[in-house]
């Protein structure tokens, strides 16, 4: 079977009252154009996570919110978007579905309404999707009729065990960053936090072996990545943070990423992630 990894790329706002909010901010507009220019991690994912035996491709939505002619080839195009996209995504989704396509979706928004997307999709998966995926493959490739796919029904997923994301399906596409996930969750379990929303299981650290690991991957691939971590904390366990450090600083890289003001209290930490090659923090200033 032929799948294809549609990712929806950057930030959309199509609330006016967002917007009077300051969403033109120059600062928000120069991460909304990071963003825009990052691979998707999931559908990365998806791809290490699926059953041997499948062609694997993966698209970008080309910039007018329409997708690329190629995709029409495939038998079953998993879609991961964001509330931001999800009206391009849905459309998207239709056509693919009107030429005789399979789609899967999942992502923030799908998680929170799946029986939205199940108008648009014929396979939804809610939360984390890496122990639901083959599950999904096997039912598009037997034809199986439309189901949601709740993570919550498969066994937890382990993210010691986590394979390499499928970097090499990037192909030579300009990336100017590229994602690495370095643990899953936040202990703080703010309520108004999306992770919350997508992750049922608690706060989880990936060896650091594994993370430098993924980052050779990646170095493999392109001589001097730019590094995000995708995380929601990275370093609100100190300890663990400052052995992250010491393994990254051999590497020489340039990375980014997000954390909690705590960082601040722990001044060897902030020595280390200078020494390690951190360029930009995102600050979260919550009350948990």
Not at 56 to 84: G, K, N, Q
Not at 138 to 159: Q, S
Request: include cysteine; glycine fraction near 6%; hydrophobic fraction near 45%.
């Amino acid at each position: 079977m032929k799948i294809g990894l549609l990712a929806m790329s950057g930030i959309r706002a199509h609330d006016p009252e967002l917007l009077d909010l300051g969403l033109t901010l120059p600062g928000f507009v120069e991460r909304s154009r990071q963003i825009a220019s990052l691979p998707s991690l999931g559908l990365l994912s998806l791809a290490a996570a699926t059953p041997p035996g499948h062609e694997l491709r993966y698209f970008e939505a080309e910039s007018d919110r329409t997708e690329p002619a190629e995709v029409y080839s495939c038998d079953l195009v998993a879609i991961s978007t964001f509330s931001a996209q999800v009206l391009e995504a849905y459309a998207i989704a239709d056509r693919l579905r009107g030429a005789g396509v399979r789609v899967a979706m999942g992502g923030l928004h799908v998680s929170v309404r799946p029986h939205e997307a199940a108008l648009h999709a014929d396979y939804v998966v809610c939360a984390e999707g890496e122990a639901a995926w083959p599950a999904v493959v096997e039912a598009a490739e037997a034809g199986a009729p439309p189901r949601v796919f709740d993570a919550k029904d498969f066994a937890a997923v382990d993210v010691a065990a986590l394979p390499v994301p499928r970097y090499d399906l990037l192909g030579d596409r300009p990336y100017n960053r590229f994602t690495v996930q370095t643990s899953r969750g936040c202990p703080w379990r703010c309520d108004f936090c999306a992770s919350t929303v997508m992750l049922s299981s608690s706060y989880r650290k990936r060896p650091v072996a594994a993370v430098i690991r993924d980052i050779r991957a990646i170095m493999d691939l392109r001589e001097r990545p730019f590094i995000e971590f995708a995380d929601d904390n990275t370093f609100v366990d100190k300890a663990w943070g400052r052995k992250l450090c010491r393994q990254l600083a051999p590497l020489r890289l340039k990375w980014f990423t997000e954390t909690d003001i705590s960082v601040a209290d722990d001044p060897e930490l902030l020595d280390l992630m200078a020494a390690a090659g951190c360029r930009q923090v995102l600050i979260g200033l919550e009350s948990p």
